[in-house]
C-alpha cells in the first residue's frame, strides 16, 4: 500500500512538472494580442542597431532569469530589499531597459495581457536572429514569478566550477550534457580583470554574430574561461564539441544551429509559471 502511494505521487509530482510546460505554446497571445512577437522583435532590432553588443546581452539576461527561479522574470525585479538581479553570480547582467520598453509598448496597446517573463524569452530569440542565428518559435504563456532574492542565486553556474558540479547545475534543470555545451554560447560576455563593467569577447574575431566559434576556441584550447576549458577535458561534453567539427558534419553529422535552437526552448522552459502560479506584471521591475 506504502508503494502504491509513493508512487501515485511520484506520478501525481511528475505530472504536475510536465503540466506547466504543456501550458506553453506557439501562439499563445494570437486572439489576446497578436503583435505581441513583432513589438518586441521591433524593440530588440532597434536596440541592437543602436549598440550591436545588446544581442548577447539579451541572450545572457533569459540565461541569467531561467537559472534562478525559473523563467518567470525574477531578475527584472527592482523593488525588493535584496533583489536577485544584485546577487554576485548576475553581475554585468544588462538588458533591462528593453524589455522595459518592450512591456510599455504591449501595455499601451495590451494591458494587462503579456507577461515579462514571456518578452525575455521572446527578446532572447530575436537577439539571436539579429546575430544572424537561426530564427525558431517560442511557445508563449509563462507568468510572471511572485519571488526575486539575491539569496536563490546561489546555484548559477560558475566560471570556477568542475565539469561534474556543472553537469549537475544543469542536470538539476533538466538538461543535458549536450545542452550544456551548447549553451554556453549564452555566456556571451565575461569580466575582463575582475571589473563586471569591462566586457571580454570569449569568442574571439566573432562576439558580435552568432556561430560556433566559441566551441571552436574551446576545442582548440583557447578558451576564456576555465568552466568552458574543462568542457573539452570531459570525454562526453568533448565528443559534443568535436560532432560540430568533423569532416562529414555538414552532409551526415548533427546541425548546430538546429541543436542550439532546442537547447534555448528547453531553457525557457525551466521552472516556468503558469495559471494561478505566477501573474501579469504591469512593469516588469516591480511586483504589482
Known amino acids: 500500500m506504502a508503494r502504491f502511494v509513493f508512487l501515485s505521487l511520484l506520478f501525481l509530482f511528475l505530472f504536475l512538472i510536465d503540466g506547466s510546460k504543456s501550458q506553453l505554446h506557439v501562439g499563445f497571445y494570437s486572439n489576446t494580442c ?59 547582467v544588462k538588458g533591462f531597459e528593453v524589455i522595459e520598453r518592450a512591456k510599455a509598448q504591449l501595455e499601451a496597446s495590451c494591458p494587462g495581457v503579456v507577461s515579462c517573463a514571456d518578452i525575455v524569452a521572446l527578446a532572447a530569440r530575436d537577439a539571436i536572429v539579429m546575430a544572424n542565428g537561426p530564427a ?11 519571488v526575486s532574492d539575491k539569496s536563490l542565486a546561489g546555484n548559477m553556474p560558475d566560471v570556477n566550477d568542475s565539469i561534474q558540479q556543472l553537469k549537475t547545475k544543469f542536470l538539476n534543470k533538466g538538461l543535458t550534457e549536450k545542452d550544456l555545451v551548447l549553451l554556453s554560447e549564452l555566456k556571451a560576455r565575461c569580466p575582463k580583470d575582475g571589473d563586471v563593467n569591462i566586457r571580454l569577447a570569449m569568442d574571439e574575431g566573432s562576439d558580435l554574430k552568432f556561430d560556433k566559434s566559441i566551441l571552436k576556441n574551446i576545442r582548440e584550447g583557447f578558451a576564456v574561461l576555465a568552466s568552458d576549458a ?44 503558469t495559471g494561478s502560479v505566477g501573474n501579469i506584471r504591469r512593469v516588469c521591475s516591480a511586483f504589482n
Open 136 to 146: 525558431y518559435q517560442v511557445p508563449t504563456g509563462r507568468r510572471d514569478g511572485f
Open 34 to 92: 497578436p503583435q505581441v512577437e513583432s513589438t518586441v522583435h521591433d524593440v530588440v532590432r532597434e536596440a541592437v542597431l543602436f549598440d550591436r553588443t545588446k544581442a548577447a546581452v539579451l541572450l545572457r539576461l533569459h540565461f541569467h532569469d531561467c537559472f534562478v527561479e525559473g523563467c518567470d522574470g525574477s531578475i527584472l525585479i527592482n523593488t525588493t530589499q535584496n533583489p536577485e538581479k544584485t546577487a554576485f553570480p548576475h553581475a554585468g
Open 230 to 273: 574543462r568542457l573539452n577535458d570531459d570525454f562526453v561534453t568533448k565528443s559534443v564539441i568535436d560532432s560540430y567539427f568533423n569532416p562529414i558534419n555538414p552532409t551526415f553529422g548533427p546541425s548546430f544551429e538546429n541543436d542550439f535552437v532546442q537547447s534555448m526552448v528547453k531553457m525557457g522552459q525551466i521552472g516556468v509559471k
